[in-house]
């Protein structure tokens, strides 16, 4: 085995090569800032709110309407076909033995890292695989058990120019989201794959389904506890630098990692005071009030029916970005916002100002139709003919 102190030489990096967000100086604690107790029990895969959608336990309406979600508007369609194409790929073995790599997991986390950067990863992070975090079945039925440790998390952003000119619930919608699919797919199963060519076990946790059984994992707890970032108003997870406009994958593995610890920048106090993202949402499936206890965790319960209704019945596009769109944590990278950030994370003052502040901002924004930047054409697929929807707009 290779001295360690030689593999540091030539592995461990500097902070600045690992991605284009300053992530490792967020403020890490041991615990994730909102509760989860030991009550937290296994979900089925195939009770979440697309797979009810699709069985009709949303109505006939919305389930006639599921399977057209992605495929009725082209561009959407497209970028599904690639992520399938790589969902359905057959993963190659393990190899018969591992490679001479050192048994440092420090060293190896750095590695790791530093690949999925390499890949064109937004940000990773490490944690390990919490039991509840774990589905109990896929979506065929099948009962799932997994004994990887570790999970490596990886986030792509949503292109920021399209969101900001969308409507947030335009055609595009649904495109945006693919966008990030399309990147983690190729991030995710390369590697994995390469892990597997190291002698360690691998896989790949990519949307959409695919014919893999789909997700074996939910990805919120493991962002939180590989430092993404914090549960947010809407029930998702919110970063401090992409706000909610990212989307995410991972690679379980048993390679030895070391974790990353949780995020505290200040958000459950900044999502308490802000309501931005619930007075802007069509479907009023984020809630105006306090967090509440679900299935032995605290969260703001989004109203996964209303969500998923308004979706698949959206007669102006595709899938709803308006949350992601309005969030004040959305906002460019630029240095009056990131000074901002920087207020918000230390002081609870500067959260009130900037809620404040951000109110009267986003209810304006939330209101307009277009904003400047479109590209994109409004083109709605009808039983095989394409067609310029009703309320589109050339």
Known sequence: ????????????????????????????????????????????????????????????????????????????AAQLDVVLHLSGMKGNEVAASKAPLPD????????IKRLGYFLKADIVGICRIPKYAVYSYDIHGNPI???????????????????????????????????AYQHLSLVTETMANYIRRLGYQASA??????????????MPPLLLWAGIGEVSRAGIILNPF??????????????????????DFGLQDFCQRCKICALACPSKAILMGDKVKYNGYETWKLDERKCASFNRLNKQGTVCNMCVRVCPWTRPLT??????????????????????????????KSDKKQEKGKWWFDIEEIDGVLKIPTDGRL
């Open 104 to 111: 440092n997991p420090e060293i190896l986390s750095c590695h």
């Open 242 to 263: 992409l706000g909610m406009s990212f989307k995410s994958a991972a690679v379980l593995t048993n390679l030895p990692l070391v974790p990353d610890k949780p995020i």
């Open 145 to 179: 058990n997994i004994d990887d440790e570790f999970a490596i998390t990886i986030v792509m952003r949503k292109e920021y120019e399209t969101v900001k000119a969308s409507t947030g619930t335009d055609w595009i919608g649904d495109a945006i989201s693919f966008q």
């Open 335 to 364: 240095w009056p916002h990131n000074l901002v950030r920087w207020g918000v994370e230390r002081f609870s003052v500067v959260r009130r100002v900037a809620v404040m502040a951000d109110g009267i901002f986003c209810r304006e």
């Open 1 to 76: 085995m290779v001295n360690d102190q030689k593999w540091k030489d030539k592995v461990m990096l500097k902070d600045d090569q690992f991605g284009l967000f300053s992530i490792h100086r967020l403020n890490r604690v041991d615990k994730p800032t909102t509760l989860i107790t030991d009550k937290v029990q296994r979900v089925d895969c195939r009770e979440n709110a697309a797979a009810k959608a699709k069985r009709g336990d949303y109505g006939p309406a919305v389930q006639r309407e599921a399977s057209r979600l992605t495929v009725k508007y082209p561009l959407s």
């Open 205 to 218: 946790q990519h949307p959409p389904t695919g014919t893999k059984g789909g997700f074996q994992v939910l």
